[in-house]
């Protein structure tokens, strides 16, 4: 009976589970900040990468005004 009773405390008291939970709260809250990365810098990564390719064929990109966006000429 003393060993039932040890057996199950020791079972009881395993943190396997809670470590999993914990993870899975990680790797949700990082998925969370690229979200939100993704988000705010979206637009200005966007118009790095079309310079970097517009640079890439020989040409420049014009700035972006109110009316139009940039453009890139060869």
Same mark, same amino acid.
């Given at each position: 009976?003393?060993?039932?009773?040890?057996?199950?405390?020791?079972?009881?008291?395993?943190?396997?589970?809670?470590?999993?939970?914990?993870?899975?709260?990680?790797?949700?809250?990082?998925a /969370?900040?690229?979200?939100?990365?993704? %988000?705010l810098?979206?637009?200005?990564?966007? $118009?790095?990468?079309? =310079? /970097?390719?517009?640079?890439?064929?020989? %040409?420049?990109?014009?700035?972006?005004?109110? $009316?139009?966006?940039? =453009?890139?000429?060869?």
């Open positions: 009976m003393l060993s039932l009773y040890t057996n199950l405390s020791v079972r009881l008291r395993s943190e396997k589970g809670a470590t999993a939970v914990e993870y899975g709260i990680m790797v949700a809250l990082i /969370v900040v690229i979200i939100a990365a993704v %988000g810098l979206g637009g200005q990564l966007n $118009t790095m990468f079309e =310079t /970097v390719s517009c640079q890439l064929k020989g %040409g420049t990109m014009s700035t972006a005004t109110a $009316t139009a966006a940039s =453009t890139c000429s060869l």
